[in-house]
């Protein structure tokens, strides 16, 4: 049974944030200064459990999910994650199970994962320069580790690879076309990230931000690209394929270019609250009801009445008034 939102946008992806504890500490998402030793992170009795998660999956399901993308925080750092991914994979009807990692776990969990049914998987990278990569992840984790969890994925066949890089002005930016060079003819599929005002901790300001247009210009200069049609309704990043045949770049463009319009993603919290925008300021709680003992059709009732009443489009009318209003932080929910 589809659900449409009051813009008549249809219920089709479902974020899983299954942890909000991380490994790393990105300046443009954990930074240290709030998220230090003595941050009060979930107990592992609010955390939704496996099978709580895996219960909601059917129902989005049932109401027009087609695709799950499990999230963090890092979610790597959930103890026996594939667990969760084989009750997902069992769910009739799901057409795509991914994942968002750091990688820098994967080395050691990218088999299990695959074998639990995973399809496919996104890695973060932000710069090739170990300089720069270690002062964004801000826990000295090297490129190298990174790369070698690239490497396990590929091996394990998780495929195909995409590859996650937010872009900062005077922090990485000089680096992209590094990036865009070593991933072209491998066939991962390399993204860039216009730096976005999620949260309240990151420091967001517009002079930080690097449109997509100069990124797109920049690779341009020295490997030339041309665009590629979307590959489906609502696909975030703008599609770039190089023309001499040797793969693609994508470009996600929420500050200056937003695609509000064709937004079909609602997030679940690690502690069961639903967001239907990255931007939000509060969700709404499920678990409670999931923990009074509602039925799995009283549960789809009350999603369908969160998606039915939604008007999000924070990017489409971000503004100077709006930009310092309350909102979630993405590592709570996800990207």
């Known amino acids: 049974m589809a659900v449409y939102d009051s813009f008549q946008r249809p219920l089709r992806d479902l974020r899983i944030s299954v942890t909000d504890r991380c490994n790393f500490r990105c300046t443009y998402c954990m930074p240290k200064e709030v998220f230090g030793p003595d ?4 107990q592992r009795d609010e955390l939704l459990s496996y099978e709580e998660i895996a219960r909601l999956a059917r129902i989005f399901v049932n109401l027009g999910v087609e695709k799950i993308r499990l999230t963090g925080g890092e979610p790597l750092v959930r103890r026996d994650l594939p667990e969760l991914v084989q009750q997902l994979a069992d769910t009739d009807g799901l057409k795509d199970l991914t994942l ?3 990688g820098s776990l994967l080395r050691r969990q990218a088999r ?8 496919r998987i996104t890695v973060s990278l932000d710069s090739l320069d170990n300089d720069v990569f270690q002062r964004m992840n801000d826990v000295g984790v090297p490129v190298e ?3 070698d969890g690239i490497a396990a994925a590929d091996e394990a066949g998780l495929h195909p690879i995409k590859v996650n890089a937010v872009v900062e002005r005077g922090v990485n930016d000089h680096t992209i076309v590094e990036l865009a060079r070593h991933f072209k003819g491998t066939g991962k599929i390399l993204r860039f990230i216009e730096f976005m005002d999620v949260g309240n901790t990151n420091g967001w300001n517009m002079e930080r931000v690097v449109p997509a247009k100069e990124i797109i210009e920049r690779i341009n200069r020295e490997l030339p690209i041309e665009p590629a049609t979307p590959n489906y309704r609502g696909e975030v990043a703008k599609r770039w394929r190089y023309v001499d045949g ?3 770049i994508g470009v996600i463009s929420s500050i200056t270019q937003p695609f509000c319009g064709d937004c079909t993603r609602i997030r679940l919290s ?10 939000a300021a509060r969700g ?5 009801l999931i923990r009074r003992g509602a039925t799995d059709a009283e549960l789809g009732e009350a999603i369908g009445k969160v998606w039915r009443v939604r008007a999000d489009r924070y990017s489409e009318i971000r503004t100077e008034a709006t930009v310092p209003l309350e909102r979630v932080e993405m590592s709570h929910i996800g990207g």
């Open 39 to 42: 941050h009060a992170f979930l």
């Open 100 to 102: 968002t990692t750091n």
């Open 112 to 119: 299990a994962l695959k074998d639990a049914g995973l399809q």
């Open 145 to 147: 580790t990174v790369l």
């Open 246 to 248: 040797s793969g693609e």
């Open 270 to 279: 690690p502690e069961g609250e639903l967001f239907t925008c990255l931007f």
């Open 284 to 288: 709404f709680d499920i678990r409670s």
